[in-house]
């Protein structure tokens, strides 16, 4: 079975300072990874997914993921925070099925990202 | 706007009712779900229909009865034997249940149950 361990649940950050929250992964199969973020009182919003191809992917608001199989992780990263990126981030990860599966996601507990002044 | 709509944002409710919440999708997507949220446990799927009339049960479906009668529509209902009903509930929508297609989330609806 797959799961996903986000590997910090709260990151403290200063404004314009670089962030990387850590997701690692457990599959026996390939996978395919997504980030989401979620604003407070809102739904979630998908920041970027790796399917296949190149294993650096960029997303929305500047931020970017690199899948490294060998580690199984998918780490988030973004050079420089602002302070409306406070906000709860999931790392998700699904299995493809080939032939009429369908899409579970699979998600992280959250990693709650707090842009401080 | 094309979207997910979710309603009630808010919602109470007493022990022993059943509840249903609406979820209406105008983006033409075949594949909607539901998704239960709890303070640091993630999301967990509820329910997920991948075309109309037809629906699947996810990890927690015990408690929770959905139907698909319309494309663009799939409520929710929890019932009584929900044995904990609090909680922040999603919907979600995409092209097709396929594999990698991106997920869609509407804005929630909380559920209070006093």
Not at chain 1, 4 to 30: G, I, K
Not at chain 2, 2 to 12: A, V
């Given at each position: 079975?797959?799961?996903?361990?986000q590997?910090?649940?709260?990151?403290?950050?200063?404004e314009?300072?670089?962030?990387?929250l850590?997701?690692?992964?457990?599959?026996?199969?390939?996978?395919?990874?997504?980030?989401?973020?979620?604003?407070?009182?809102?739904?979630?919003?998908l920041?970027?997914?790796?399917?296949?191809?190149?294993?650096?992917?960029?997303?929305?608001?500047?931020?970017?993921?690199?899948?490294?199989?060998?580690?199984?992780?998918f780490?988030?990263?973004?050079?420089?925070?602002?302070?409306?990126?406070?906000?709860?981030y999931?790392?998700?990860?699904?299995?493809?099925?080939?032939?009429?599966?369908?899409?579970?996601?699979?998600?992280?507990a959250?990693?709650r990202?707090?842009?401080?002044? | 706007?094309?979207?997910?709509?979710?309603?009630?944002?808010?919602?109470?409710?007493?022990e022993?009712?059943?509840?249903?919440?609406?979820?209406?999708q105008n983006?033409?997507?075949?594949a909607?779900?539901?998704?239960r949220?709890?303070p640091?446990?993630?999301l967990?799927?509820?329910?997920?229909?991948?075309?109309v009339?037809?629906?699947?049960?996810?990890?927690?479906?015990e408690?929770y009865s959905?139907?698909?009668?319309?494309k663009e529509?799939?409520?929710?209902?929890?019932?009584?034997?929900?044995?904990?009903?609090?909680?922040?509930?999603?919907?979600?929508?995409?092209?097709r249940?396929?594999?990698?297609?991106?997920?869609?989330?509407?804005?929630?609806?909380?559920?209070?149950?006093?």
């Amino acid at each position: 079975a797959q799961s996903v361990t986000q590997l910090d649940s709260q990151v403290p950050v200063f404004e314009e300072a670089p962030v990387e929250l850590r997701c690692n992964y457990s599959s026996s199969v390939s996978v395919y990874l997504f980030w989401y973020v979620q604003y407070p009182n809102q739904g979630l919003q998908l920041l970027l997914k790796y399917l296949s191809g190149s294993t650096l992917v960029k997303g929305i608001n500047g931020f970017e993921a690199e899948f490294n199989k060998s580690q199984t992780s998918f780490h988030l990263r973004k050079p420089s925070v602002h302070i409306s990126d406070t906000a709860e981030y999931f790392c998700a990860v699904t299995v493809p099925f080939w032939g009429g599966g369908y899409n579970k996601l699979i998600f992280g507990a959250g990693t709650r990202l707090a842009v401080h002044p | 706007d094309g979207g997910i709509t979710q309603s009630p944002k808010y919602l109470f409710r007493k022990e022993g009712q059943n509840v249903t919440l609406s979820c209406e999708q105008n983006l033409n997507h075949d594949a909607m779900y539901w998704y239960r949220q709890d303070p640091g446990q993630g999301l967990r799927l509820i329910y997920y229909s991948q075309i109309v009339n037809d629906f699947q049960k996810g990890d927690i479906a015990e408690g929770y009865s959905v139907s698909r009668e319309k494309k663009e529509s799939f409520p929710l209902t929890v019932t009584s034997a929900q044995k904990n009903p609090t909680a922040f509930y999603l919907c979600a929508s995409s092209i097709r249940a396929d594999d990698g297609n991106t997920i869609y989330f509407g804005e929630g609806s909380w559920l209070t149950v006093v």
